[in-house]
């Protein structure tokens, strides 16, 4: 299943998003341009604004006034992975080189802004305050989130409820709040956009511990990243919360992480380790919990064909293997 089988209520919008997307990154200066470029076509799931446009697409939706917030979603979505990269100091991502990659760090960091500052300038005549104030309260989560996880780098000692908070922050706010901006949008009542939000949150929580999951036990080919990455730049994941409470040899991970001796012989040793305990296999439980509970939460005033395809993307992220 992909994100085409997904999407087909807002398939037409989407292919509009990646018109606007290409023609938004156009800038007097050719190498804003190009890193522009080589983001947009590096592609994504683009699951952020389609999810917005869903929980937006009612029975009147006019894609006019949905699809400015649409993009400004993608456009912030595509600046914290260009800064999260800086930070990571990432070589590739989706397989291809990674912006820092090909043209530094500094021209990195400024396209990063350069898109932030893009994506308010589409919002800014057309969106309330009360949008503006959910969006920028989702950026502020993020950078939160990121700072958190810095500052946890190489830490065994983290709790699954450090976890949630981090990924809270990090991916699923945002997640959320581009499911409430959509249902803002198609004006539906407070419960039923606060019923949305807990949908993005608990999608977005599921999605993120899969991601980590798949960090352990794809291979680089299919990350299209290279694998046990997080591990690697020390950042300490459900599944391996799991095996260091668990595993038999659970010292000699703690000991690996702690001397920060991600060579590729420990690496392998610790992914061996990791994938010998149920770790996995709770996760997986974990994200089949989050999932059922986005699912429950759907409110029943949904137009049939939007609530049957959030439950459809709710099983994407419980099937997906990249």
Not at 125 to 146: F, N, P, Q, R, Y
Not at 149 to 178: H, M, N, V, W
Not at 193 to 207: D, P, V
């Amino acid at each position: 299943m992909t994100k085409n089988l997904i999407f087909t209520t807002v398939q037409q919008d989407l292919m509009v998003l990646e018109e606007l997307l290409a023609s938004v990154i156009h800038s007097p200066v050719n190498l804003i341009t190009d890193i522009g470029q080589h983001l947009v076509q590096a592609g994504g799931k683009r699951l952020r604004p389609a999810l917005y446009l869903l929980c937006a697409k009612q029975q009147n939706g006019q894609p006019e006034r949905m699809l400015p917030m649409a993009l400004a979603i993608e456009l912030i979505h595509m600046a914290t992975l260009v800064h999260d990269d800086v930070v990571d100091h990432s070589a590739t991502r989706r397989g291809i080189p990674t912006a820092n990659a090909c043209w530094g760090n500094h021209i990195s960091v400024l396209t990063g802004d350069y898109l932030f500052a893009k994506a308010f300038s589409t919002v800014a005549e057309s969106d309330t305050g009360a949008m503006l104030k959910v969006l920028t309260g989702a950026i502020c989560s993020m950078a939160e989130g990121e700072i958190i996880q810095i500052q946890s780098l190489f830490q065994p000692d983290q709790s699954e409820t450090d976890y949630l908070e981090r990924i809270g922050k990090k991916t699923a706010e945002f997640i959320a709040a581009s499911c409430e901006l959509g249902g803002m949008t198609a004006g539906l009542n407070e419960v039923d956009i606060m019923a949305l939000r807990t949908y993005g949150h608990a999608l977005g929580l599921a999605f993120q511990i899969t991601d980590d999951i798949l960090d352990l036990t794809q291979t680089s080919k299919q990350l299209g990243k290279p694998a046990g990455n997080d591990l690697c730049q020390g950042v300490i994941t459900l599944p391996v919360i799991y095996a260091l409470q668990t595993s038999r040899e659970r010292e000699t991970l703690r000991q690996i992480i702690i001397d920060k001796d991600l060579s590729a012989g420990k690496l392998a040793q610790a992914l061996t380790l990791i994938r010998a305990t149920g770790a996995i296999e709770a996760c997986y439980q974990r994200v089949g919990e989050y999932l059922q509970q986005a699912r429950n939460i759907l409110p029943l005033s949904l137009a049939p064909a939007v609530r049957q395809e959030l439950i459809a993307v709710a099983n994407f992220v419980g099937l997906r293997k990249y």
